[in-house]
């Protein structure tokens, strides 16, 4: 599954040249479905090859950017590209490079790209382009970027409409706000047209069902309708979220499980019978998935359609816990729903919270107009979230939750909710309403029946399933449980609610429209855009590893005009500021009289931490603040960095005896310098393994040799920092903070290495030997003496994990899935076969006999 960048490769090129051209190949029956892939069929030379692009503005992101690079290549058709820029990308195990000279032949010769142009009327063009869906008789038409009967793109202008025209969805009054803006006339406009949108909308009712059900990795057994036709009325909108659709490691692994598509048929032979429903999207992380649906006649007025994934499994990435959104308009009201599933067990409150954080942060939605920072979740009219929330029911033991559950007396039990004392304490959801709870608890049944968890554990009854909403004009009319389904050891739960959606007046709109148009047009060209600044110098004191800070900078409009700002890079600077430094957002527009915060954010990661440990580099940067059409203002970043063995090499740390932050900034400089020199002398003998690896191994040998979910569960982000404080400083003399947490820091800790334990060097031998046990033991032998003593030394430590599996739950793929990626790191992007050759490279250590 690719989690970051690093997890992709690059495979093929394919030139965009005379001899390329792309073209829609979608069926009927994928037009039929809002919101569907994109299917492409990209020819160069004699061959073919299809391309599958998932729906949403990446995709039309990409298809601007051919366009754009094949329009370049029409200007000079006689210059043939010589695509020198490849070089970088050879591999020395690829041979012959990576330019694609031959497809996969799919039969189809498409006609080749000619630069004999013939351009056409625009509403031609955007006729020939957009897909007519709006009436959803699933008639083909095929959609053409770069062929001979099309048209060619010359121009600003016209590659500006294709990306317009490239909308999966039918061209609607709800587009009228949402079109890509380009230039600082067509920002003023629609920042006055959404000022003004009371003029010109007005309140309708539409009812949206929400559901949610953890299938604990089961099949579909039952007719999913009576939880989702419960309804007397058929919904406007169905949002139906699953978590544990899959359990199997492959699916955690790969990302891919054929439950998918059962459950998936059984939502859609569920749904109410008085409707016909489109489906507009399905969005799925593992196993946590969110399918969403209108009928019919509303499906004209969906636009926007965007989906993306958080993982906040170990590390932060993996996706067996986090979140799945979609986000769309509706008419004119931005909706998000997501659908999340976060830690589990009792104790893990804080856990959860964190996760919900992360989310609320890390989930962003890039908008049409690539100029526009992306949107969070909370920037939207209506937010409704979904999922299994985990929150369990504490301070009352088994029996006397059940009482009260015999007694109905869901209002006393539900004051034992984590999750509404949590809220009451604005830790999280603040802003978010939950409809009162009068059913039973959802969790935990044996499986196939209504009788309460009888295993061993004996899981004390919770609300772990649960739906809340945040936004104006909005009410529930129900919201309960599902008893009747016996499917899993959860019950579903569903909600309706009725929600005022902003609809748009033609005619008013256009009033409005053309007067402010005219107002813009008086005060053009009038005045030069000035701001106020609230400072302009920012000083970060005391700067951690994977800590975040943050200042507000504050931007007033003090001008008679509104303005348009960015942050510009410098000469010779690749970005705007420093790889540590973000400014949120970098660029936007501030209305004459209005104002702004822009949080000026220092985060050091494992890409920042080797320079700034070893002094190489301080927390210095200068901010350049670009106002169009006006000045530019200047703006001083400083800061302390408190050195860490985070980031830290194993050689410098094996010759550090004192804790990283006793140490001169001279010394940890002179030990970086040394840490790529085989041949350096150092006067004192180093020790063995790093000390501080040393106190994390040691703990978890320790006290968590049996712990359930060690090194699959995350830990607290908070506990993390009093760990790494810990191990930098030297107190306290014992690590603070959970199993969990420790094993994570360990993790974080190899993840951060410059070098990692296997040296890039030998990382190649590595592949070449993962087949023979012996020939991957004589690699580790040629490893500088530090790294192979780290090697085994770890190595060691999980073969004694692995001793205790049926405690743990651990086996030897689990352990060279986690360890093989951050032990035997690539120089370059890691492709698949890699990935499994350097996890049987690792399994052949983990299946030694003790040492």
């Known amino acids: 599954m690719a989690i970051t960048a690093d997890d992709v490769s690059l495979e093929d090129i394919i030139p965009i040249s005379l001899d390329f051209a792309v073209v829609e190949v979608s069926s009927p ?131 500006d409409d294709l990306v317009r025209s490239s909308s999966h969805t039918p061209s609607n009054k709800a587009q009228i706000l949402a079109m890509p803006q380009f230039g600082l006339r067509d920002n003023l406009i629609k920042c006055e047209l959404l000022k003004n949108e009371d003029l010109y909308t007005y309140l309708g009712n539409f009812s949206c069902f929400l559901g949610t059900y953890n299938v604990n990795g089961q099949t579909p057994k039952e007719s999913l309708r009576p939880w989702l036709s419960c309804t007397s009325d058929p919904p406007d909108m169905y949002c139906v979220g699953f978590q544990e659709l899959d359990l199997s490691k492959e699916a955690f692994f790969f990302n891919d499980t054929p439950k998918e598509l059962e459950w998936t048929k059984a939502v859609s032979e569920a749904l109410h019978p008085d409707a016909k429903y489109a489906l507009v999207k399905l969005v799925r992380l ?140 604005e830790a999280v959801f603040v802003g978010f309403v939950e409809g009162e709870i009068d059913f039973q608890p959802t969790y935990k049944y044996d499986t196939g029946s209504d009788k309460w968890d009888t295993s061993e554990k004996c899981r004390v009854p919770a609300w772990c399933d649960r739906i809340l909403w945040r936004g104006k004009n909005i009410e529930q009319k129900h919201y309960q449980s599902h008893m009747t389904l016996k499917t899993s050891d959860h019950k579903p739960v569903s909600s309706l609610l009725v929600i005022g959606i902003k609809r748009v007046n033609a005619e008013a709109y256009k009033k409005t429209f053309e007067d402010i148009v005219r107002n813009i047009d008086k005060m053009e060209n009038e005045c030069i855009p000035s701001v106020t600044l609230s400072k302009r110098e920012f000083h970060f004191n005391n700067v951690k590893f994977m800590q975040h800070q943050a200042e507000t900078l504050s931007l007033f409009n003090d001008g008679q005009v509104p303005c348009q700002f960015e942050f510009i890079q410098k000469p010779n600077e690749p970005t705007y500021c420093k790889p540590w430094l973000t400014a949120n957002p970098p660029k936007g527009f501030i209305a004459q009289g209005g104002s702004v915060d822009i949080e000026l954010e220092v985060f050091v990661n494992r890409l920042t931490a080797p320079e700034l440990n070893s002094g190489k580099q301080q927390i210095e940067d200068i901010l350049v603040l670009h106002l169009e059409r ?70 978890l040998f320790r006290y968590a040799i049996k712990q359930e979910d060690i090194f699959q569960q995350p830990g607290l982000r ?134």
């Not at 625009?122 to 869906?133: F, N, P, T």
């Not at 002179?670 to 191994?697: F, R």
Request: glycine content about 6%.
């Open 29 to 159: 029956e994928e037009l039929a479905v809002v919101g569907a892939d994109t299917r492409l069929r990209v020819s160069y030379q004699e061959d073919a090859l299809e391309l599958r692009l998932p729906f949403g503005s990446h995709s039309r992101l990409f298809l601007s950017e051919v366009n754009r690079a094949w329009s370049d290549v029409c200007k000079s058709p006689t210059q043939a590209p010589k695509f020198e820029w490849i070089s970088k990308y050879h591999k020395s195990n690829r041979g012959q490079g990576v330019v694609k000279q031959a497809l996969a032949p799919l039969g189809t010769k498409l006609t080749k790209l000619s630069q004999h142009r013939k351009t056409e009327k625009l509403s031609d063009k955007k006729g020939s382009l957009e897909r007519e869906k709006g009436s959803n008789n699933g008639t083909q038409k095929s959609k053409v970027y770069s062929s001979p009967e099309s048209q060619g793109f010359s121009g600003r202008e016209d590659r």
């Open 630 to 699: 006006g000045k530019d203002y200047f703006i001083s970043v400083t800061g302390n960095y408190l050195p860490s063995c985070y980031g830290t090499s194993i050689y410098s740390l094996c010759h550090l005896r004192e804790p990283v932050q006793d140490m001169p900034q001279e010394t940890l400089r002179e030990l970086a310098e040394m840490s790529g020199d085989e041949n350096a002398v150092n006067a004192e003998k180093p020790l063995d393994i790093p000390k501080e690896l040393w106190m994390m191994v040691d703990h």
């Open 286 to 425: 593992v196993g946590i998935m969110l399918i969403f649906y209108v009928k019919k006649e509303h499906a004209e007025f969906i636009s926007d359609v965007e989906a993306e994934t958080v993982g906040t499994g170990i590390m932060g990435r993996m996706g067996n816990k986090g979140a799945v959104a979609i986000r769309f308009r509706f008419h004119n009201s931005d909706i998000c729903v997501v659908n999340s599933h976060l830690a589990a067990h009792i104790e893990e409150y804080e856990r959860r919270n964190q996760d919900y954080k992360d989310i609320c942060s890390r989930l962003q939605f890039r908008q049409l107009d690539p100029t526009q920072p992306p949107l969070t979740i909370m920037k939207h009219d209506v937010v409704l979230w979904i999922g299994d929330l985990n929150y369990r029911i504490s301070e009352l033991d088994v029996d006397n939750v059940k009482e009260l559950i015999s007694k109905k007396d869901f209002e006393t039990l539900h004051s034992y909710d984590q999750l509404k004392r949590q809220i009451d304490e």
């Open 718 to 851: 908070s506990e993390f920092a009093e760990i790494r404080d810990c191990l930098d400083t030297g107190m306290p003399d014992s690590l603070p903070g959970s199993n969990h947490s420790v094993a994570e820091a360990l993790l974080l800790f190899l993840d951060a290495l410059p070098e990692p334990v296997v040296p890039y060097p030998f990382y190649q031998q590595c592949l070449e030997s993962c087949s023979s046990a012996s020939q991957c033991e004589k690699v580790i032998s040629m490893l500088p003496q530090c790294h192979q003593n780290v090697f085994n030394y770890l190595s060691a430590f999980l073969r004694e994990l692995l001793k205790n599996s049926a405690s743990n739950r651990l086996d030897v793929n689990i352990l060279a899935t986690i360890f093989a990626s951050l032990l035997l790191r690539s120089p370059t992007k890691q492709d698949l076969a890699e990935k499994r050759k350097t996890q049987e490279f690792f399994q052949h250590f983990l299946t030694q006999g003790s040492s």
